[in-house]
């Protein structure tokens, strides 16, 4: 097996200040995250969990925080987020009497008791976290025992045309590189969760033009954070190289990109025991006759 995708050039401040900017308009441009935050809540409506506190985590501007209520009627959600500008977006849908808490943090250092959540809600974070094997062990670590996690993600086929076009014009760092399914179900395992199941789904999108997508990918937060990016601006050459690699499939020089939906759940296994350490259930152990 190959460890998890670690992406140590992704730099987390670039992330947060990204998102930070996205925030005022980002609920105008997140249609990736509709989509795969209808599918995170379909595919959870069939689990059976009783959740008294519910974690959304990357929550953005909390817009799954009314489906997690409708889905967890009883429960307590906290909301967390690594961009204080998404995190003030968010407050405006909580009101006085919802038991709705938001905190800002990393997802890799969460400030939350060992096995106090029931149930993680982790809708398209993993792109933007540099080491996904520390989110899984955090997130093992805050699960209880028989709690469930269901996420969203990225795969590496995503903006794919994009990579190549970019590819055409410099050798320079340009495009996220995205974790395997595979390598993510691995992740999960290693941290101590239990029983992971993923699929994969595809979204084709269309643009009219170059600059329309840029407004979405801009106005989404989706923006070059990868420490090896060029320092200087790109040039218009090389810019317009790129352009021309990414339109030259179609007549109409209209833009067609392609996102790998990564969807998948797994389930908390309690505390984990320390090396050499093992643990037996009271009934399994005999009385000696």
């Not at 990579?163 to 992740?187: E, K, T």
């Not at 990414?246 to 984990?272: F, N, S, V």
Request: glycine share 8%.
């Amino acid at each position: 097996m190959q460890p998890a995708a670690h992406n140590p050039i992704l730099r987390t401040r670039d992330v947060r200040r990204r998102f930070d900017r996205a925030a005022g308009n980002f609920d105008e441009f997140d249609f990736v995250h509709r989509v795969t935050r209808d599918g995170l809540l379909e595919r959870l409506q069939p689990m059976l969990v009783d959740a008294t506190t519910v974690l959304d985590l990357g929550c953005a501007t909390g817009a799954a925080y009314r489906p997690l209520r409708q889905r967890f009627p009883r429960a307590r959600i906290i909301g967390i987020d690594l961009s204080s500008g998404m995190l003030q977006r968010a407050a405006r849908r909580r009101s006085w009497l919802s038991k709705y808490a938001l905190l800002q943090a990393d997802a890799t250092a969460l400030p939350l008791a060992d096995h106090s959540i029931d149930v993680v809600f982790c809708n398209q974070l993993l792109p933007w976290v540099a080491d996904p094997a520390a989110l899984f062990a955090e997130v093992g670590r805050v699960l209880r025992a028989d709690g469930l996690l269901v996420f969203a993600a990225l795969g590496p086929d995503s903006l794919g045309q994009l990579r190549l076009a970019w590819q055409a014009a410099d050798n320079g760092a340009h495009v996220n590189a995205f974790p395997d399914m595979h390598n993510l179900g691995d992740a999960a395992v290693r941290a101590g969760l239990r029983d992971p199941v993923l699929d994969v789904d595809r979204l084709g999108v269309s643009y009219a033009d170059a600059g329309a997508m840029f407004r979405d990918l801009a106005g989404s937060g989706a923006r070059n954070c990868l420490a090896a990016r060029r320092p200087s601006l790109t040039g218009r050459g090389r810019f317009q190289r790129m352009l021309a690699a990414l339109q030259a499939a179609r007549a109409d020089r209209a833009i067609e990109l392609e996102l790998e939906l990564i969807y998948g759940h797994c389930w908390g296994c309690g505390p984990r025991a320390r090396d050499g350490e093992f643990r037996v259930p009271l009934d399994g152990i005999g009385r000696r006759s």
